[in-house]
């Protein structure tokens, strides 16, 4: 299992979201019935906010910690991973 990584950490070692990563993040959303607006209003955030975060402009490691989460990934490397198709969880 992949350590969690300090927000400095990983951007150093570049672990971002790319956008078509954030594009299977929002599938996987929308399979669980969750959309972007209501992911932002459980975070007090802006929906463009978290679309930014989706398509790789934007660095938020508390927004992708709660993404992972919401998917039920061990960590955000392991739900990279998956949208990689480098099997994960």
Same mark, same amino acid.
């Given at each position: 299992?992949?350590? =969690?990584? *300090? ?6 070692? !570049?672990? $971002? ?9 929002i ?18 955030? =802006?929906? *463009? ?6 398509? !790789?402009? $934007? ?6 910690n ?15 991973a ?8």
């Amino acid at each position: 299992m992949a350590e =969690k990584l *300090s927000r400095r950490k990983r951007k150093i070692v !570049g672990i $971002r979201i790319k956008p078509k990563e954030g594009l299977w993040v929002i599938y996987q959303l929308r399979l669980k019935g969750i959309s972007q607006a209501d992911l932002s209003s459980q975070l007090g955030v =802006k929906p *463009s906010t978290v679309n930014q975060i989706l398509r !790789g402009t $934007r660095h938020s490691t508390r927004i992708e910690n709660a993404l992972y989460q919401t998917l039920g990934y061990p960590s955000f490397e392991d739900m990279i991973a998956a949208a990689r198709g480098k099997g994960a969880v």
